[in-house]
């Protein structure tokens, strides 16, 4: 039986993981959160010293890299490196701007590539990335852009970073987003842009639950 693929990509703090994660328990679909994937690989680059910007120091360590990926009851996904459970590890803000230079290096994304594939050929699939819907899963039966201006994604993660007891000082994370959304759109492997039959879905002026009822009726409409 062929199983249905929905693509979420978009940047950073769009609260892309959160959105995808409900919409799919709602649908009874996987999620798959692909940014999880990458932050746990800069995590190993990180806890090996590695230059994560530096591809002969982090190319080696793919050679038997250890992650693996869970999903709970509540469909949130736990990423394990080495045996250890690092699903809190990997969203501290050091990460991030790791995860991004780790994902800049062609051969990170060509190891990466087949297991996100995997999932999408056992299950049927919410993944959310930046490059799910051009290049992971080119066929997804449903592609969305989520987005939403770079001062409503950087008030957001502040929040979310005050929630975790993380000092969070606005103008920094908004420098570090713009920062990131341009290293994410400006690489010339893999880079974010919204496909061609991708929705668009802006969540600017939308609060959760709105953004939760956008993107489900987004999916709705081309199912
Ligand atoms: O989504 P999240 O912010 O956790 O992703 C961390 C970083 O991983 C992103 O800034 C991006 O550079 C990279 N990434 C990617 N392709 C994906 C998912 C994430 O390049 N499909």
């Given at each position: 039986m062929k199983h249905i693929s929905i693509a979420i990509d978009g940047p950073a703090g769009a609260g892309k993981s959160t959105l995808a994660r409900q919409a799919a328990q709602r649908l009874g679909f996987l999620y798959v959160d692909t940014g999880a994937i990458y932050r746990t690989v800069a995590l190993k680059a990180l806890e090996s010293s590695a230059d994560p910007a530096d591809p002969e120091q982090v190319v080696p360590l793919l050679d038997g890299l250890n992650v693996k990926m869970d999903h709970g009851p509540d469909g949130g996904q736990r990423m394990f490196l080495d045996g250890k459970d690092v699903s809190d590890a990997?969203?501290?803000?050091?990460?991030?701007?790791?995860?991004?230079?780790?994902?800049a290096i062609p051969q990170v994304r060509e190891f990466l590539l087949d297991f996100q594939r995997?999932?999408?050929r056992e299950h049927d699939v919410l993944m959310d990335g930046r490059d799910i819907g051009t290049v992971v899963?080119?066929?997804?039966?449903?592609?969305?852009?989520?987005?939403?201006a770079p001062e409503a994604r950087a008030h957001r993660r502040a929040r979310e970073l005050e929630l975790r007891g993380e000092k969070a000082d606005y103008e920094t994370i908004l420098h570090d987003i713009i920062r990131r959304d341009e290293q994410d759109r400006n690489r010339p492997v893999a880079p974010l842009r919204q496909a061609e039959d991708a929705?668009?879905?802006?969540?600017?002026?939308?609060?959760?639950?709105?953004?939760?009822?956008?993107?489900?009726?987004?999916?709705?409409?081309?199912?």
């Open positions: 990997i969203r501290q803000h050091r990460v991030s701007g790791a995860a991004s230079q780790v994902a995997r999932q999408a899963l080119p066929d997804a039966d449903v592609k969305i852009f989520l987005t939403a929705v668009l879905v802006d969540t600017t002026r939308l609060n959760l639950e709105e953004s939760l009822e956008a993107l489900l009726a987004a999916i709705k409409e081309r199912t």
